[in-house]
């Protein structure tokens, strides 16, 4: 165990030395490709913001169910097929046939190439699972009917949600799926995320819709309340005009009554329909309606023919501005809630770091007095392997680019601690060897050689732990799992070469002293 | 070195040992265990006022007006430093936090929100649960390992002593009422895999003195390996500590939990190895048969 080839010694000395240089490479500032990388900090240490959002996919389900309703009606009355007493719910939809088309109707809904139920060669399932009794059909999204659904609205939202953080311009954020209905957002840097909630909190859904006065309108009525909460106003269901057709929006000020707007510009096909909605509309009055809330009402005074208008509604120019860039963006499909929030100050942040850096180094002086004073020249071995270990661990930190957090640091400091155990088991073991064996070649040798087993025992139960924290934990736990996963790793390079390497130097020259360890 | 007969207080210490399990269990059975946000949902704040703008029974007055439910307010760390916790999130109010911190100006000057935690009841629910499931699979995990490397007298007594270290722990936390969150569940599993760490090593020891002495009862054998691995047991667990305490006293307030579950465990998984593994291996008269008839399978 103490003899080490030439090629060994060399190939031991690049690889911490390629390490090493990625550590230090933290420190400097260096214009360099290759060496320019760096290990991220966690939010828990630059300060920032993580939000995790739920889409919640009711509504989606909702629209769906009612397109297909629209879509089941059409269908039926083209193929000739009598359909009655329909019942629609939020998630399914009934209706009956006359009992002789019965058994053409469930052809149709359960042939593999169904235009009007999709069949899902991958899933070997339906959009709509249905069953039959007597003459009713009851129909109900299938499971991956709604897994698709939902990933649809879920890549939807992921885009919308990139858009407006984009806009408000923060640093590199990080905008991540989770699951089937949620998203993660990292925005570092941020310690106040009020406003960005705001503007994820919103769907923004803008609708132009006509205010009328009789309740007889052809395409139905709704009652509206107005934003600050005046007035409810009866409003027609046909929709003018919606935020789809929008493409730019921005804040400007109205020359004539000083007020503060969002002013818009339409694409072709919205230009039209609200050149054509406001000419038969003089007179009527517009409402704006977002999110299920009035904005404003303004009278249309004039034909809209240019494709470009002004949105009132008591401004500030902040509130101007979030509105138009949620316009801008686009509507979500569904709304989002932030169902987890934690904002670090970038001052705690620093403070953490500060706090983590003065443990590392208190720490790490301890161990390495202790070791010298238990050891002597030995302690002196474990210590030069302590300190590569470090270097080799933040080395492959830096080089996998990871994340350090606070956690993270105890982590690296707990490694310190325990990284000097397979040392420990190591020269305990000569120690015992040196009584029964003369010759210290010879002991050190079994002294290594016996104490194996041991510390792969030990060190795989430890990395067992890490192992699961990584897949288990989130967030700043992970960054615990990793720094005492890579930790083990780098711990048992540096005993195993870089130790054993001074050993054998220091032994082979000492042989012939007594009483070595 | 001398020899120390720790095997002269087995008894003694593991009748301790059960006793703590009992009371540990008790504690965790009647007065559970003091969740952070993390596991229960709610809203945590942790304020940095002015020297003399603020004092605790100020801040939950102001907190209380508000009617957020129960409000606990604490020092953290030092004098101007607080932790605010509530059991009310804002998941459908994305102006809640801004709305709290201008209701709070108005009555506490220089005020700064260093950090805001704010978990709804279904994450909450499923980090607890993930974390329930981490601490399962990281001790069927140890199982499995010790299983493979011995017999299964010995990864019975690693085992034991594994689960009596959680459970201390666990029971010391809740006897002080101290904050589970996410990173104890961190500190757990290291303390796990740190026990585990502790056993196998003296484990390793017992099974080569088997192999080599047929003649010495398990008794004596035990406290021979336990003799002749404690130096190492000591100067490991000595460094480590160090470590520990460097992080408990110098790491900050955010830390402070997460390393006392570890210093705890660190104390207690090396007192187990030796006075609840090793008594178990005496309990089931583990012999040189033993591993003999396992190695000729």
Redesign the interface.
Same mark, same amino acid.
Not at chain 1, 337 to 345: A, K, L, M, P
């Given at each position: 165990m103490l003899y080490f080839s030439k090629l060994r010694i060399f190939s031991v000395l690049i690889f911490t030395l390629i390490l090493t240089y990625f550590s230090i490479s933290n420190f400097t500032k260096l214009d360099d490709d290759l060496f320019s990388k760096n290990i991220k900090l966690g939010l828990?240490l630059q300060g920032g913001s993580y939000l995790?959002l739920?889409i919640d996919n009711k509504p989606v389900i909702k629209q769906k169910i009612q397109n297909k309703v629209i879509e089941f009606k059409r269908f039926f009355k083209e193929k000739n097929i009598i359909t009655k007493n329909f019942i629609v719910s939020d998630n399914s939809i009934s209706f009956e046939t006359t009992s002789n088309q019965t058994q053409e109707l469930e052809k149709i809904l359960d042939d593999d190439n169904s235009e009007i139920n999709p069949y899902f060669q991958q899933y070997k399932t339906h959009e709509f699972d249905f069953e039959l009794i007597e003459n009713r059909f009851n129909l109900k999204l299938s499971k991956y009917g709604v897994v698709l659904l939902k990933n649809a609205s879920l890549d939807q939202a992921i885009e919308i949600v990139r858009r407006r953080v984009d806009e408000v311009g923060t640093n590199e954020p990080n905008i991540l799926k989770r699951g089937n209905d949620r998203i993660l957002v990292e925005l570092p840097g941020l310690d106040d995320p009020?406003r960005i909630?705001?503007l994820?909190?919103k769907t923004a859904n803008l609708t132009f819709q006509f205010i009328t006065q009789n309740s007889e309108e052809s395409f139905g009525t709704e009652k509206i309340e107005f934003e600050d909460g005046s007035e409810i106003a009866i409003v027609s269901k046909r929709i003018v005009l919606s935020g789809d057709n929008l493409v730019d929006a921005k804040p400007t000020m109205n020359s004539q009554t000083n007020e503060t707007v969002v002013s818009f510009s339409l694409d072709r096909v919205g230009a039209k329909k609200f050149g054509k909605a406001t000419s038969t509309g003089v007179g009527k009055r517009l409402a704006i309606v977002l999110d299920g809330k009035i904005i404003s009402a303004p009278s249309v005074r004039e034909p809209i023919i240019g494709g470009s208008g002004q949105i009132s509604g008591n401004f500030t120019f902040q509130s101007a501005t979030d509105l138009a860039l949620l316009l801008r963006s686009g509507a979500l499909p569904a709304p989002l809630?932030? &169902?987890?929030?934690?904002? @670090?100050?970038p001052?705690?942040g620093q403070?953490?770091i500060n706090?983590?850096i003065?443990?590392?180094i208190?720490?790490f002086v301890? @161990?390495v007095l202790? +070791?010298i004073y238990?050891y002597r020249v030995f302690g002196v071995i474990a210590n030069l392997a302590l300190i590569s270990n470090l270097f080799l661990l933040v080395g492959v930190l830096t080089l996998f680019e990871a994340t350090l957090t606070?956690?993270g640091?105890?982590g690296i400091?707990?490694t310190?601690?325990?990284a @000097?155990?397979a040392n @420990?088991?190591i020269f305990?073991r000569i120690k015992?060897e040196i009584k029964s064996e003369r010759n210290p070649i010879i002991a050190f040798d079994s002294g290594y050689t016996k104490s194996r !087993? !041991?510390i792969l025992?030990?060190?795989? !139960? !430890?990395? &067992?732990?890490?192992v699961?924290?990584f897949f +288990?934990?989130?967030g700043?736990?992970k960054g615990?799992?990793i720094t005492?996963g890579v930790g083990i790793l780098t711990t048992l390079f540096s005993v195993y070469f870089i130790a054993r390497l001074f050993t054998a130097f220091y032994v082979i020259k000492n042989k012939d002293k007594e009483a070595l360890i | 070195m001398r020899e120390i007969s720790f095997n002269k207080f087995y008894k003694p210490f593991n009748i301790l040992s059960i006793i703590l399990i009992i009371a540990s269990l008790g504690l965790l059975m009647f007065k559970g265990l003091n969740y952070g946000v993390d596991f229960k949902g709610g809203t945590l704040i942790e304020l940095r006022t002015d020297q003399n703008s603020a004092n605790i029974s100020k801040i939950r007055d102001s907190f209380n007006q508000m009617n957020l439910g129960d409000v606990s307010v604490k020092n953290f760390g030092n004098e101007t430093d607080f932790i605010v916790k509530f059991e009310k999130q804002n998941s459908n109010d994305p102006k809640f936090i801004d709305n709290l911190k201008t209701k709070l100006s108005s009555s506490i000057s220089s005020l700064d929100f260093r950090r805001v935690e704010n978990v709804g009841p279904k994450v909450s629910a499923e980090l607890l649960q993930s974390g329930i499931i981490a601490i399962g699979l990281s001790l069927a995990a140890m199982l499995f390992y010790i299983w493979i490397r011995f017999e299964w007298q010995f990864s019975l007594g690693a085992i034991v002593a594994l689960f009596h270290d959680v459970i201390i722990t666990l029971g010391i936390f809740s006897l002080f009422s101290l904050e589970i969150n996410l990173s104890i569940v961190a500190a757990v599993l290291t303390i796990v895999g740190y026990s585990m760490n502790d056993t196998v090593v003296i484990f390793d020891r017992v099974r080569e003195n088997l192999r080599k002495h047929a003649d010495i009862k398990i008794f004596e054998l035990t406290n021979i390996s336990i003799n002749q691995t404690l130096s190492r047991t000591i100067i490991t667990s000595a460094t480590t500590l160090l470590a520990l305490l460097s992080i408990f006293i110098f790491g900050g307030e955010i830390l402070k939990g997460f390393s006392l579950a570890m210093i705890l465990g660190v104390v207690f998984g090396t007192y187990s190895s030796i006075y609840i593994a090793n008594p178990i291996l005496v309990l089931l008269k583990v012999s040189q048969r033993t591993i003999v008839k396992e190695e000729k399978d």
């Open positions: 828990d995790l739920e009020g909630k705001s994820l909190g809630n932030i &169902i987890e929030e934690r904002t @670090v100050g001052d705690l403070d953490s706090a983590g003065l443990s590392l208190i720490g301890l @161990v202790f +070791m238990k606070l956690p640091i105890a400091i707990l310190v601690g325990m @000097v155990d @420990v088991l305990e015992e !087993t !041991t025992d030990a060190n795989i !139960t !430890t990395l &067992i732990a890490a699961i924290l +288990m934990g989130s700043p736990i615990f799992s005492l | -």
